[in-house]
């Protein structure tokens, strides 16, 4: 939710022009009741302070519980003391939450804003009805009522007001009656009765009465908030769960990748996360995300020590900084500058390091213990599918590459060439081309200069299509000397003019021999030639084997027949 610069200004006058003034008033027309101690007064200062800084969490909801402790206190101190409390309750949430960020800062006045018109408002309206300060409400049902009222009216502003800042500030239309509406409706109902017990106690007992309904209360705050963190872990871990099934499912790299990188970002408060991979004696940079997308491999390399990252890899241990301070002084791993807190761990498999992945946010604090027990587990599983993948990567190349040329072989190919065949019938592709090379007199290039020089020629050959065709097409070995193009969308004229390329770039261009059979000769040029076929479908067939039959038929009869080092497109006369 977005707020605009004007509208946080605003806020800040509000409060400044409001908050001060409104004080001034209070104290000089409503004093606060000074006849008590004063070491009472800070003792409900410090219950207000620490009921304030634990919240209970209901469903991801932070529910802020002062009001029974503000009630004790407006009917016991007066409202001016009620409001200065008010206000440094909202302080010590605000930090608990940890969202005082610089751009979000003005929820601090907004805050103060709203807590001070309702205590000033419902407290103003309750003396004018003749409410008093330190009412016996035990015996004085008139005062009982007023301060019931008190409490009704406290709360109807508090909910006024919310829905006022969410529809004028925010710009969220929500509905009046929703969820927060209902829980703050029951939290009130069930809190406010301890705060007449506490009054009442107080009056009866003093400042014991405090610890009868303070500790009570706040132990229970505790286990919420414990039996919150507990839930939290065990959600975290279903997730990680979760994730690793979804990992190992992804048969690449890249996909894991991604998948982990963006999971990751959903979990915790990330703006900016590194995967750096070990290699050899450096960590590279394989994949970065930042504000959710994924950007860009920058050509960043480090060495052990160097920077955050080094540093993990060098220890192989995880490190948690909860603000710039901490880890300024360490890196040299290009963070960004509004980085704060930082995530850095090891990413092992076999007890040996793979990789570091590192997570930053713009938050202070955003990242604990906990967390980082859910995040090592789930690098586990990161590290596993990185080695299944990769495994898949290469066994699926293994059996698409031709080893010796590394272009695509025959099996591929054929998969290849259905699949655009398909497309084709289905108005997918308009036109596909074909080329058929082979090399002339190959067998007399093995017997004058040995097979591994043969080999050689392949290899340079399969480089120099693969330079020329790009990605422009499809280019795989065929078997032998013979070699395919596939061209998608590409004409028959389009096609000979590429065949046409092809064959004066093996004609005119001499081929480099390492390991010729001729004794004393060391990197031996020699001249090659090689006939072309080309065909084209629909044109000339109306199935992929047709289309292959008719390049070759081509390459057969139009080229090799007629005196070979030439290029022949199919025709059917």
């Known amino acids: 939710m977005d707020v605009k610069p004007q509208m946080k200004l605003a806020i800040f006058l509000v409060w400044i022009l409001m908050v001060p003034a409104g004080l001034w008033f209070t104290y000089n027309n409503y004093p606060p009741n000074i006849s008590v101690n004063w070491l009472d007064l800070l003792a409900f200062l410090l219950l207000t302070s620490i009921v304030a800084a634990i919240p209970i969490v209901i469903n991801n909801m932070f529910i802020f519980l002062i009001q029974w402790v503000a009630l004790a206190t407006f009917l016991r101190f007066g409202l001016f003391a009620e409001i200065i409390f008010a206000q440094i309750a909202v302080v010590v949430l605000l930090l608990k939450l940890r969202i005082l960020r610089k751009e979000e800062l003005f929820r601090l006045p907004l805050n103060l804003n709203m807590f001070f018109l309702v205590s000033f408002i419902s407290g103003m309206i309750y003396y004018i009805l003749g409410g008093q300060t330190g009412p016996n409400l035990t015996h004085d049902t008139r005062s009982l009522w007023l301060a019931v009222l008190y409490v009704v009216l406290n709360y109807l502003l508090n909910q006024i007001i919310v829905s006022f800042n969410l529809l004028f500030i925010y710009k969220v239309k929500e509905s009046f009656f929703g969820k927060d509406f209902f829980v703050e409706t029951v939290t009130t109902l069930i809190t406010l009765p301890i705060g007449f017990v506490l009054y009442i106690l107080y009056n009866q007992v003093g400042l014991i009465g405090l610890l009868f309904v303070g500790i009570p209360f706040v132990s229970l705050s505790i286990i919420f908030n414990l039996y919150y963190s507990s839930e939290k872990i065990n959600e975290y871990l279903q997730k990680a769960s979760e994730i690793g099934h979804q990992m190992a499912e992804r048969l690449y790299v890249d996909d894991v990748l991604d998948l982990f990188i963006q999971k990751l970002s959903e979990m915790l408060p990330v703006d900016y996360s590194y995967i750096l991979e070990a290699n050899g004696e450096e960590l590279k940079l394989i994949r970065r995300m930042e504000a959710g997308s994924v950007m860009p491999n920058e050509s960043l390399s480090l060495k052990k020590n160097e920077g955050i990252c080094g540093m993990v890899w060098s220890k192989q241990k995880a490190f948690i900084f909860t603000s710039r301070k901490e880890w300024q002084q360490y890196t040299t791993d290009n963070i960004p500058n509004d980085v704060e807190s930082i995530l850095g761990l090891p990413i092992i498999r076999s007890k040996k390091l793979i990789g570091v992945l590192l997570l930053a946010s713009k938050q202070k604090r955003a990242y604990k213990k906990s967390q980082l027990m859910i995040i090592d587990i789930l690098c586990s599983h990161f590290a596993v599918a990185i080695e299944n993948a990769n495994n898949f990567e290469q066994t699926k190349r293994q ?62 050959l399969a480089g120099r299509l693969r330079k020329l065709v790009g990605g422009r ?43 010729s059979l001729e004794l004393g000769k060391y990197q031996q040029k020699i001249m090659i030639t090689a006939s072309i076929g080309v065909a084209t479908a629909p044109e000339d067939a109306e199935d992929s084997l047709a289309l292959i039959r008719h390049a070759d038929r081509a390459l057969y009869v139009g080229a090799k027949r007629a005196g070979r080092n030439r290029v022949a497109e199919y025709s059917s006369c």
């Open 399 to 460: 059996s698409e590459r031709c080893a010796l040329t590394n272009l695509f072989n025959y099996r591929y190919f054929e998969m290849m060439l259905t699949e655009e065949f398909e497309k084709v019938a289905k108005f997918e592709r308009k036109i596909l081309s074909l080329i058929i090379l082979d090399i002339d007199h190959f067998k007399q290039v093995n017997d004058t200069y040995g097979h591994q020089s043969g080999n050689e020629i392949l290899r340079e």
């Open 473 to 515: 097409g499809t280019v795989a070995r065929y078997g032998g000397e013979e070699f395919v193009v596939l061209l998608p969308d590409m004409s028959k004229v389009e096609a000979y003019q590429m065949a046409e390329q092809i064959r004066e770039m093996v004609s005119n261009w001499p081929f480099t021999l390492q390991q």
